[in-house]
């Protein structure tokens, strides 16, 4: 089993930034695809960004390319949400997951859960 704890939320106005953290337990973390999911009241939970388990490659949802960075430190166990620019459409729960699968439908099935943090961006 893999534990997964998310920090870094908070609540900023538009144009700020935050980086979002998630600590792992468990497991072999390099071997885990990781990604960030959000989910928005009322909405149902979309994919934010993923990165493979060297770190080599990533990718991102068009709403958050080019002002959100996914990173990860395997000798720490962590991986991170640099998340610049931020708008109210941001405002969600970021969660982190890991993954044996690098397909955004099967981390989404299939992958371990961090508990949330909050997000909050006001206009």
């Known amino acids: 089993q893999v534990q997964l704890v998310e920090s870094g939320g908070g609540l900023v106005q538009a144009g700020a930034s935050l980086r979002l953290s998630c600590a792992a337990s468990?497991?072999?973390?390099?071997?885990?695809?990781m990604a960030w999911f959000r989910q928005a009241p009322g909405k149902e939970r979309e994919f934010v960004a993923r990165i493979t388990g060297s770190g080599a490659s990533t990718d991102y949802a068009d709403s958050v390319k080019d002002r959100f960075t996914i990173s990860r430190d395997n000798t720490k166990n962590m991986v991170f949400l640099q998340m610049n620019s931020l708008k109210p459409e941001d405002t969600a729960v970021y969660y982190c997951a890991a993954s044996r699968s690098y397909l955004i439908s099967a981390i989404a099935r299939t992958s371990y859960w961090g508990q949330g943090t909050q997000v909050t961006v006001s206009s």
């Open positions: 468990g497991g072999t973390f390099s071997s885990y695809v």
